[in-house]
């Protein structure tokens, strides 16, 4: 995409996932890019093959949770490129479990990536675009930031607040030509069910309480960048996520169905742990 091309790019959470496939598709862009993850293996291997491929990448280790680390990462582009043009902030995890089976480390190791990881993000690199009166963050949430979804309560709770920090952030950016585009999609084929913690349950994977098939990660960041490159306030998909949203808007209790099979599945699992 001419959008992206020379651009110079951050993307957090670089290493796996939507964050690797973001990385590949940006560097075939042309796009200069910095990757930030704290998988220092995985990272590095990214930014090397990139490299080989012709792409213009460099890894950069960064544990988000550290607000002055992150004010660092940020200051080290400034300082070797001059300027912001994107930041993706796409670090995330997730755990499964009932709310009467969660601990508070439960909430705070959701809360510290998904949602303080963002606000690091976002409050040191708008500082930067505001600076150079341009720019453009990208905060990749989650359909659980749009519909509230049980059995993951920490994730769709830092969901939902990213998707508010983006939208008001958005109105403020307007006066200093920096954009903000919330990224609310489905179930994409990524790392985070392998990684994703399961608390008191029967399931060893959380891809099991899946009820639709997962979009492939290259058509996810596919249409990604191309809300993006268009500017849109939020970036919903598949089609059962714009109906979700839908009738999360306008007819809330005709979810109340789908919510019911899905704990009722669980708590039947539940009673038969493996």
Partial sequence: MKTFNNAVIIIIGAASGIGKELSKQLAAA?????????????LHELASQLKQAGGTAEAYLLDVTNAAAFEQAIQYVTDKYGVIDYLFNNAGVAN???????????????????????????SFGYKQMVKQRNGHIVNIASLAGLCAMPLGLPYTTSKHAVVGLSRGLREEGKAYNIKVTAVCPGFIESSIYESAELINTGFTD????????????????????????QNKAIIVFPFYGKLFRFLQNNFPRLLNGVHKKTLRDFRKIKQQPV
């Fill in 30 to 42: 042309g796009a200069r890019l910095v990757l930030c993850d704290i998988q220092e293996t995985k």
């Fill in 96 to 122: 499964t479990g009932e709310m009467q089976d969660l601990q508070i480390k439960h909430w705070k190791k959701v809360i510290d990536v998904n949602l303080m990881g963002v606000i690091y993000g976002a």
């Fill in 206 to 229: 959380g891809r099991s309480l899946i009820p639709f098939k997962m979009v492939p990660v290259d058509k996810a960041v596919s249409i990604i960048l191309k809300g993006v490159a």
